[in-house]
Every structure is written in C-alpha cells, then in structure tokens.
C-alpha cells in the first residue's frame, strides 16, 4: 500500500471499530473471547471520562486500520505521568507497513509536548516475539520488571 497513514482522536463514533479491534486481538494473543457488551461498556467508558484515557486511531485512505489506547499512571518518583500504551491493534491486511510505528510516533510526539508525561511503557505477552521486535525497533527497551496481578470477580 502507497497511500500514506493518518492518525486522529477517536471518537464516540468508533466504538464499533475499536470493540472489534480489541476482541480480534484478545482472541489473536491470548486466545480469550472477550463478552462484547462488557468491552462495548468499558470503550464508552473511556469517552465518557477523560481521566481514563483516550484512543488514536491510524486509517489509510479514509479506512481505519489500527488504533490503540493511551491510559495514564502517576509515578510519585518523577511527580509524573507514565503514559501506558494498550490495546494495540493493526488489521491483517494493514501489518508490516507502518501503521503501528505512525500509531507509537503520533503518542510518542503528544507525550513529549504534553507537560508531566515522563515517558511511554506499554506490555506486551511472553510468546509475542513479533510485537517485542517491533516495540525493539522504535527504541522501546525492557523496563526491567515482572507484570504481576490478582484479577477479581468478571467484570460487570
């Protein structure tokens, strides 16, 4: 593909799209099938409160082909923000041409001009040796630390 990558703020409208793209890519790395209302709600939510964060959607020639999720953590060490890429997601058709590197360049230049954001950190799966080459690529380094969690009862 020759036409060149857009980015733009998503909106309300593409929930539909972004819902896709996150039960496409639940099922792709983890092989979970996520419940669509509960991912439809928790989409909405982000519009409905900024605090949560906001998506970036990628399109090429008027059609959107990847997106992602851009949430915030404080960090009391730097008296910052962290911001937390997530939900990455680039159709099939659209991979290995630029969409994720336009998506992480875009956050990336936001980030720098946003005052208080002390850097970028997304996480990426054990076994998902393509994502962590290209994360690679952009200069992305391992931070040195173990995910850990304790995940309650299913979401509501």
Request: hydrophobic share 45%; aromatic share 10%; with cysteine.
């Amino acid at each position: 593909m020759n036409d060149a990558i857009s980015i733009r703020a998503a909106s309300l409208a593409d929930t539909a799209f972004l819902v896709d793209c996150n039960a496409a890519m639940a099922l792709e790395t983890e092989h979970k099938l996520l419940d669509r209302e509960v991912l439809k709600r928790g989409t909405e939510a982000v519009f409905a409160d900024a605090h949560r964060g906001f998506y970036r959607i990628a399109e090429r020639a008027g059609v959107a082909v990847g997106c992602l999720l851009v949430t915030r953590e404080w960090s009391d060490w730097r008296n910052g923000d962290w911001w937390w890429i997530q939900s990455v997601y680039v159709a099939a058709e659209a991979r290995r041409g630029g969409v994720f590197s336009a998506l992480y360049a875009d956050v990336a230049r936001h980030a720098r001009a946003t005052p208080g954001v002390v850097g970028l950190r997304l996480y990426v799966e054990n076994e998902n040796h393509a994502a962590q080459a290209t994360y690679a690529a952009l200069g992305m380094r391992d931070s040195g630390y173990r995910l850990l969690e304790t995940a309650f009862a299913d979401p509501l």
